[in-house]
C-alpha cells in the first residue's frame, strides 16, 4: 500500500516546492500527461526516473517510496485506538500520512505527549493517595495555611481588637507563616529527590519489588538449593521490607522444590506453557504454576510475563511488571481484572484475553487462580490470596474466546459506560 501512494506524495512534494507538473515533467524529460498518471496512482514508478523526480523536489528518493509517514502510521493508529467518542477512519492512514506528513507529526507528537501525561498523571495520583511522606507534608502544609487565613481573616474582619489580643494574633501569624514555610520547603525538598533519584521508593511494597526487580525476580543461588536466609538483604532501610522480602523469598524457595528449574525447562520444551498440564505434570496446584512461570530466567518463555498476586480485600501484594501493562503502584486496579474475578471463584482456574483500555490497546493472556491460606481452628473462615499470571500476545495469535475489556484502575481508564466504575477518571474528555 506505501508503495502505491508514491504517486500521491509526488504531487504533495511538488505542490509543496510550487512546481507545475508540466514544470517538473519538463525537468525529468517525461510529458505532463504520463506524470499526470503517475500523481494518481496509476502508473507505477522506480529506477532512473524515481530518483530524477526526488532529485527536482529536492527530497531523497525513500521519503517518495517508503514515505517518512512509516513511522507516524503507527503512532497515528494508536492515537485513533486511545481516542475517546471518536472514530477515526483508520483505512485512511497510510493516505494521509503520506499526503499531509506535517499534519501527520503534529497528531503524533500530541499523542506521545498525552500519553507522557497519562504516566505522570497516573505515578501523581498513586503517591498522592499512598506515599505517607508525601500525605503527611500535604496535610501540615494545608493545615498551616488553614490556620495562618482564620487568623487574618480575624484581624481583617475585626475593627475593633484589644491591643493584647491583636500581639497574640500578631504572634499565632508569625509563628504559622514559619512553620508554612519550613513544610512548604520540606515538601518542595522531598519531591526534588524522589523526582530526580534512581530510588524513588517510600513504601515497603516498592522496597520488595525493586529488590525482586534487580535480580529480575530469579534467584539461582535459590534454584541451586540455598537457603533463602542466606540472602543478603542488609540493603533494605526497614524492617517490614526485610520481613516481607523473607516471606516471598520462602515462597520462591517452596515453589523451585516443588517444579525444579530444569524438570520445568524440560516438560516445556520450547512450547507455550499450560498451567493446568503443569499443575497435574508436578502435582502442585494452580498458584505455584503460576508463580513458577513468571520467575523463570529470561530465555525459557518466548514471550513477556508479569504476576500479581492480591489478598481478599483486593490489596494488591506483590506485582512483576510486563511491557504495555498498566499496574497501579498499590492497590485500587480495575476490578475487571481476572486476579480480581478469581477470588469470587476460589480455586477454579480463569483463563482470560483481555485488552487493557487507556494508553494502549495491546493485549494479553491472563490466568487467575484463588486458593486459601490456611484456616486458624475450627469454625474459622479461610483467607485468600489470588495471583495472576500476564503473558503479551503476539500479533495475530488467534482467541478461542471473547476479549474482555479492562484498565489499570477506575482513575485512569477512559471506559466511561463500565458498570464497576468507582470514580470519574481524571483523563475523561476536556481534563
Known sequence: MRDALTGSRIRERRQIAGLRQTELARRVGISASYLNLIEHNRRRIGGKLLVDIAAALSVEPSVLTQGIEATLISALREAAVDAVGQQAEVDTLEEFAGRFPGWAGVLAQMHRRVVSLER???????RLTHDPHLAASM??????????????????????????????????LHQDAERLADSSKSLVAYL????TADDRRGVP???????????????????AGADPSDLDLSGFDSTAARTVTRGFLDVYATDARAMPLDAVKAGLDGAEPDPLKLAAQFNVDIATVLRRLAALPEGVLR?????????????????????????????????????????????????RRIVQLGRSAAEFDCFAYAWPQGVAGYDDAPVYHSVMLVRSVEEGQPS???????????RVCPNDDCA????????????
Open 303 to 351: 514471550r513477556p510475563t508479569g504476576l500479581v498476586i492480591c489478598d481478599a480485600s483486593g490489596s494488591i501484594l506483590f506485582t512483576k511488571s510486563v511491557p504495555g501493562f498498566a499496574m497501579p503502584r498499590f492497590g485500587e486496579a480495575c476490578p475487571l481484572w481476572p486476579l480480581f474475578q478469581a477470588l469470587n471463584r476460589p480455586l477454579v482456574p480463569i483463563r
Open 400 to 410: 478461542d474466546q471473547a476479549v474482555a475489556r479492562v484498565g489499570p484502575s477506575c
Open 139 to 172: 496535610h501540615e502544609v494545608l493545615s498551616t495555611a488553614a490556620a495562618i487565613r482564620s487568623t487574618a481573616a480575624i484581624l481583617a474582619e475585626t475593627h475593633e481588637i484589644e491591643p493584647e489580643w491583636q500581639d497574640r494574633f500578631h504572634r499565632n
Open 205 to 223: 511494597l516498592e522496597d520488595v519489588e525493586a529488590f525482586f526487580e534487580r535480580h529480575d525476580h530469579h534467584f539461582p543461588e535459590i534454584e
Open 192 to 195: 526534588d529527590d524522589t523526582e
Open 420 to 431: 464497576s466504575r468507582r470514580e470519574p477518571s481524571i483523563l475523561s474528555e476536556g481534563f
Open 120 to 126: 505522570t498523571v497516573e505515578t501523581l495520583s498513586d
